[in-house]
Structures are given as C-alpha cells and as structure tokens.
C-alpha cells in the first residue's frame, strides 16, 4: 500500500511539477524581503493610528464602483476616472499630508536610525541637568497652588527654532523664581509658551500648533491643545500647569498625562532627560509597582 502511495506521488510530481524550479535565493534577496516587510508593516501600522484607515475605506468604495464600470464597460464611468486619476493622486497627497509629515518624523526619530547615523556628538550626555528637573517642578507646583496657567516646553532632538522665532528671545538660566516671574498674570510674557532648551531659557510668550485631535477631552483648553500640538510634531515634552484646576499635565508623543503629583512629574522630565527616548516606554513608565504611582496613572487616565 505505501508502495503504491508512492508511485501515485511521485506520478503526480512528473506530471504537475515536471517544470517547477525551487529559486534561489541570495543575501540580496534576503535584505530586500526585510525591507519590504518592514515597510508594509510601519505604513500598516500608520494607517492604524490615523485617520488614514477611514478615508482608505472610501478610497476602496470607489475603486470597486470602478471594477463594476469596468466589468460592465461603462464608458462614460472609466472615461472619468481615467481624467481625473492624476489629479486623484495628487489629491491623496494633500489630504494626507500631515499623517505623512508625522510619519516621516517618526521614521526619523526611531532610535536605531540615530544608531547608524550618528547626528549628536553629545549623545550620550543628559539633556538638561537634575536641578533643571527641580527647579521646572517646583515652579509648576507653586504655580497650581495659586492657579497660574503656565506652558513649558522642552526641546530634544528636533530644533524648535521655528516655534522660538514667534516670541521673545531670552537666554536664562532656568530658575523656579523665573519661571512664576514669566507666567505671572498680567505681565508681558505670561501668554503663550516658555521654550527650554538644555539649562536655560531661550524664549517666552511663543506660539505653539493646536491639536485637531478629536479624542481629546472638551474639559481641555487651549492651553493643553497647545502643548498635545506640538508634542504630535516634534519630540518635545511639555509641561502643563491648568489655569482653571490648577492641575499639572505633561504631553509627549501626541499623549497628554494629566492630575501629575511632584514625585509623577519628576518622572517623567527624568525619563527624557537622556539621550534615547522611547516614546512606548514612555506611556509604560506608570506601570511600576509603587501604588502611589498607580493610584495617580488611574485618575490622569479618567
């Protein structure tokens, strides 16, 4: 019986597969099946995460309207759509364009990008100093006690001298007393937004892109649109302090870590403080075990 099970096996063979070749497969090939994987997988996982899943939704509807012209002859139909093709494309561009910018920006800021290109010399080297770290939370805690709204933002890697450019430049040494000083009411640079880079202060009263993300919660102002805008653009992080709770947030990588106590805060400006961040990482942090930090992760999630 296996002898015959054989025979009709190996008939098959001659029979269907007389003229199949296994290829052969290089080191190119190998490198080029990695770089496609990995390309597919990161425009997947970008879809995801933007709007571009629901307007691909669209975009498919109208393709299989021009697969039933197509199977039908609808002249008329194809005749358009083959008119209006380029200009479609060229419409997708415009429509996507900032899901495109933060993709790039994300690619760009992937840790093993800086790993092959190494663009800092100071690598390496701490962003800003532990006494930056206090002096920036003691201030914003002094400021929630009396309710003074207050947006600093900390430069990383991505230069924000765009954003610098719209206020009034400074080169300060960040001290507590400076910061309440800038955010005080009623004073020429409390509106707008601190930007910090490394040790000092370069600029007041800058503006800042607000989110258009609709998940965020209306409780939200300005202020916080402000500071989750530009945390979607760049690496920054921001510092938040509510002028109407009095509550300290942090935004970073598009997120927002709102009802922050001093110990949550330092955390976080700690996280960042060296060379390599990892933005998931970053939103795991609260995960330790320490029940203080538990209980203050549940109430900023609400």
């Known amino acids: 019986?296996?002898?015959?099970?054989?025979?009709?096996?190996?008939?098959?063979?001659?029979?269907?597969?007389?003229?199949?070749?296994?290829?052969?497969?290089?080191?190119?090939?190998?490198?080029e099946i990695i770089i496609i994987s990995f390309l597919v997988y990161n425009i997947l996982v970008w879809v995801k995460n933007t709007r571009a899943w629901v307007l691909l939704r669209g975009i498919l509807v109208i393709a299989l309207f021009c697969l039933i012209a197509a199977i039908f002859q609808m002249t008329t139909i194809l005749w358009i759509?083959?008119?209006?093709?380029?200009?479609?494309v060229m419409a997708l561009i415009v429509i996507f364009q900032p899901e495109l910018r933060r993709a790039l920006e994300s690619l760009g800021r992937k840790n093993y990008f800086s790993a092959i290109f190494n663009f800092d010399s100071q690598k390496n080297q701490?962003?800003?100093?532990?006494?930056?770290v206090a002096e920036i939370?003691?201030?914003?805690?002094?400021?929630?006690?009396?309710?003074?709204?207050?947006?600093?933002v900390m430069e990383q890697d991505m230069a924000l001298t765009e954003y610098e450019r719209t206020g009034i430049?400074?080169?300060?040494?960040?001290?507590?007393q400076l910061l309440i000083n800038i955010f005080e009411h009623n004073t020429p640079l409390h509106d707008g937004?601190?930007?910090v880079r490394g040790d000092r202060i370069v600029a007041a009263t800058c503006y800042l892109p607000l989110s258009d993300n609709l998940d965020l919660s209306k409780e939200l102002g300005t202020r916080h649109r402000a500071a989750v805008g530009i945390s979607e653009v760049t690496d920054a992080l921001v510092v938040v302090v509510s002028e109407e709770?009095?509550?300290?947030?942090?935004?970073?990588?598009?997120?927002?870590?709102?009802?922050?106590?001093?110990?949550?805060?330092k955390r976080k400006l700690g996280f960042v403080q060296k060379r390599a961040i990892d933005t998931e990482r970053f939103k795991l942090w609260k995960r330790r075990p320490k029940k203080h930090v538990q209980e203050n992760d549940e109430a900023s999630d609400k």
């Open 126 to 132: 701490a962003r800003f100093s532990d006494r930056t």
């Open 169 to 176: 430049a400074l080169d300060s040494l960040v001290s507590s």
């Open 245 to 265: 709770t009095g509550n300290v947030s942090v935004a970073f990588g598009g997120n927002i870590f709102r009802n922050l106590d001093p110990e949550n805060l």
């Open 193 to 195: 937004a601190v930007i």
């Open 1 to 31: 019986m296996i002898q015959n099970l054989l025979a009709t096996l190996r008939t098959f063979m001659d029979k269907h597969m007389s003229g199949f070749e296994i290829p052969k497969i290089n080191v190119v090939d190998i490198v």
């Open 81 to 88: 759509v083959g008119k209006t093709l380029n200009v479609a």
């Open 137 to 152: 939370t003691k201030a914003c805690f002094e400021m929630a006690k009396v309710k003074t709204g207050a947006l600093i």
